[in-house]
């Protein structure tokens, strides 16, 4: 079975990007639903970037004109540009895939297909100092 792996996090000051990346070993990704969410401390995890099933990608309002995801053309490396990062993008980043189809609101709330746990890295921690 294919997993994820995460990279690129880091501290980084107020302003400053990152590139994080998420490989998948053993499987390319399907045209189910893939992307990022991010937990902050004593949160819940919310999404951030989504890909659906038919392609359309969808922000959290919060990163929207400051984060871009795209994949690679090998369909097996997704990637978050993030930039102008900001204190409150402080988090734990997971990259998830083989959601089903899905739907990010505007406050980070996702809704996706009841049943599927879908594939989950381990997650890179990101910081932003002030």
């Known amino acids: 079975q294919g997993h994820l792996v995460e990279s690129g996090g880091g501290s980084v000051q107020s302003g400053e990007s990152l590139r994080l990346s998420c490989a998948a070993s053993g499987y390319t990704f399907t045209k189910s639903c893939r992307g990022w969410f991010r937990q902050a401390p004593g949160e819940e995890r919310k999404g951030v970037a989504l890909i659906d099933s038919d392609g359309s990608i969808g922000y959290a309002d919060s990163v929207k004109d400051r984060f871009t995801i795209s994949e690679d053309n090998t369909k097996t490396t997704l990637y978050l540009q993030m930039n102008n990062l900001k204190p409150e993008d402080t988090a734990i980043y997971y990259c998830?895939?083989?959601?089903?189809?899905?739907?990010?609101?505007?406050?980070?709330?996702?809704?996706?297909?009841?049943?599927?746990?879908?594939?989950w890295g381990q997650g890179t921690q990101v910081t932003v100092g002030s």
């Open positions: 998830a895939a083989d959601l089903g189809t899905c739907l990010i609101k505007g406050d980070g709330t996702v809704y996706r297909s009841m049943g599927i746990v879908g594939t």
